[in-house]
T-cell receptor, first 113, second 111 residues
């Protein structure tokens, strides 16, 4: 299995622009998680889906952030408009059940200028 | 609210010098405790899951143990390739079945 796939690996954009991060979970996994990692706050859960349905989005910082999972093999995290404080590494992870071990993708390093 | 505290924040060892990393947790009903390894520029890599006090798991030079309040990751005779950040996470019955991560221990093993 190829593991969790994320794209792009690096994104540099200017403040105010829309950013879309993409994730393909491991085939057969029914739970998908979006995390943000910074030096100051560590690894934070933003939102997670179970069977393509958003279960908990309480970690989404504000309305500028949105996430979708149109099918079992694809999810997006969108930031519109982006701000410099959104600069971080964003990880996608998937698992078989919501409380079993999660498998992480390589991450997208986002820089907002 | 679930809380996970890892110590020390950073640890430098000589090759072959065994040591332990600590993960203290406060949860409302532990469902599982997870250890991950993260290399620079990469995503966390799953190592172990522990479910109940007294449980132990081993993988090469690593052994994870669990009590009712904390977990230890023991590293025996480490090698430079064991250098990484080690993350601890918990899943509890009170957290909608999601993981809460600690801030990690950055381990450096010198040759």
């Amino acid at each position: 299995d190829a593991g969790v796939i994320q794209s792009p690996r690096h994104e540099v954009t200017e403040m105010g622009q829309e950013v879309t991060l993409r994730c393909k979970p491991i085939s057969g996994h029914n739970s998908l998680f979006w995390y943000r990692q910074t030096m100051m706050r560590g690894l934070e859960l933003l939102i997670y889906f179970n069977n393509n349905v958003p279960i908990d989005d309480s970690g989404m910082p504000e309305d500028r952030f949105s996430a979708k999972m149109p099918n079992a093999s694809f999810s997006t995290l969108k930031i519109q408009p982006s701000e410099p404080r959104d600069s971080a590494v964003y990880f996608c992870a998937s698992s078989l059940e919501t409380d079993n071990e999660q498998f992480f993708g390589p991450g997208t390093r986002l820089t907002v200028l | 609210e679930d809380q996970v505290t890892q110590s020390p924040e950073a640890l430098r060892l000589q090759e072959g010098e065994s040591s332990s990393l600590n993960c203290s947790y406060t949860v409302s009903g532990l469902r599982g405790l997870f250890w991950y390894r993260q290399d620079p520029g990469k995503g966390p890599e799953f190592l172990f899951t522990l479910y109940s006090a007294g449980e132990e798991k081993e993988k090469e030079r690593l052994k994870a143990t669990l009590t009712k309040k904390e977990s230890f990751l023991h590293i025996t005779a480490p090698k430079p390739e064991d250098s990484a950040t080690y993350l601890c996470a918990v899943s509890s019955s009170g957290s909608a079945r999601q993981l809460t991560f600690g801030s990690g221990t950055q381990l450096t093993v010198l040759p």
